[in-house]
C-alpha cells in the first residue's frame, strides 16, 4: 500500500507510517529539510523503503490520480498559493482514495481568545493579514517572506470540494499549542496533559486549535 507524505518535513510521519507497513513516498520544497530527513530515514534504517524527493506542492510532478492514499500535515498554512497546493492534491489523489489534512484553525477558542488579548493590548502585528483561507502572519528570513496560516477549515473544504474531493469527517487535535509559547517544563506538561485527555475524550472539532480533515475523492469523480 503506496501512500504519498506532501510536504514531509524531516519524516517523522513518513517512519511512523513505514513501520505500520506502508510504502510511503515524500515530498518536500526544502532541501536543507530534505539533507534532516534522510538523516533520520538513514538513522531509522529505512532508507530502502521511503523514497524522497524535492517537489513544490503547488506543482507536482506526478500523472492524475497517482496515490489511493495521501497525508498533508501542517503543510498548507506554510504555502502562500495555498489554493494551487489543493488543486495539485487533488489531482494525484485516485478516486475511492483518502487524504488525510491537518491545520491550524482561525476559529478556536485560543486562536479568538488571543487575537482579542493583542487588540486591547494593542499590540497586533503589522504583517498580518485576513484572507478568505485564513489569518496570515508574514515573517522575512534569509530564504525570503515566509507565512504561517491560521487556517478557514470551511474555505479548506469548499475549495477541495471544487475539485472533486469530499469532506468525510473533520476531528479536533490538540485543543491549545500554548506550549510552544511557554518555557516552564511544569506549565509545558500542564497543557500537554490537558490536549491529552481532550484528545481521549468526545471533542468538538471547532474549539481545538489542530483540526484534522479527512477528505476522499468519490470513485464516480473525473479528476
Not at 488543486?87 to 478516486?95: F, G, I, N
Not at 475539485?163 to 516552564?184: C, D, E, N, P, T
Not at 486549535?209 to 476522499?216: K, M, S
Request: proline share 4%.
Amino acid at each position: 500500500m503506496a501512500i504519498l507524505d506532501a510536504g514531509c518535513g524531516t519524516c517523522t510521519h513518513s517512519v511512523r507510517l513505514t513501520r505500520r507497513g506502508l510504502s510511503v513516498r515524500t515530498v518536500d520544497f526544502s532541501e536543507s529539510v530534505l539533507e534532516m530527513a534522510r538523516a533520520h530515514v538513514r538513522e531509522n534504517g529505512l532508507d530502502q523503503r521511503i523514497r524522497l524527493k524535492r517537489a513544490d506542492i503547488t506543482a507536482l510532478s506526478f500523472p492524475n490520480a497517482t496515490f489511493e492514499y495521501m497525508l498533508c500535515w501542517g503543510v498548507l498554512m506554510h504555502v502562500p498559493e495555498v489554493a494551487r497546493a489543493i488543486a495539485e492534491l487533488s489531482r494525484v489523489l485516485r478516486p475511492g482514495g483518502t487524504l488525510v489534512v491537518s491545520e491550524g484553525n482561525m476559529h478556536s477558542l485560543e486562536a479568538r481568545t488571543l487575537r482579542g488579548l493583542k487588540r486591547l493590548l494593542g499590540r497586533e502585528r503589522e504583517d498580518v493579514k485576513e484572507t478568505p483561507a485564513g489569518i496570515e502572519y508574514w515573517t522575512t528570513s534569509e530564504a525570503g517572506a515566509l507565512v504561517t496560516r491560521q487556517a478557514n477549515p470551511i474555505w479548506l473544504i469548499e475549495r477541495f470540494e471544487l475539485h472533486g474531493v469530499q469532506l468525510s469527517k473533520r476531528v479536533a487535535g490538540q485543543f491549545s499549542q500554548a506550549y510552544a509559547m511557554i518555557s516552564a517544563p511544569p506549565l509545558k506538561r500542564l497543557v500537554h496533559g490537558f490536549n491529552n485527555v481532550w484528545f481521549a475524550s468526545p471533542r468538538v472539532a471547532r474549539l481545538a486549535y489542530g483540526n484534522i480533515l479527512f477528505f476522499r475523492k468519490p470513485l464516480a469523480s473525473a479528476e
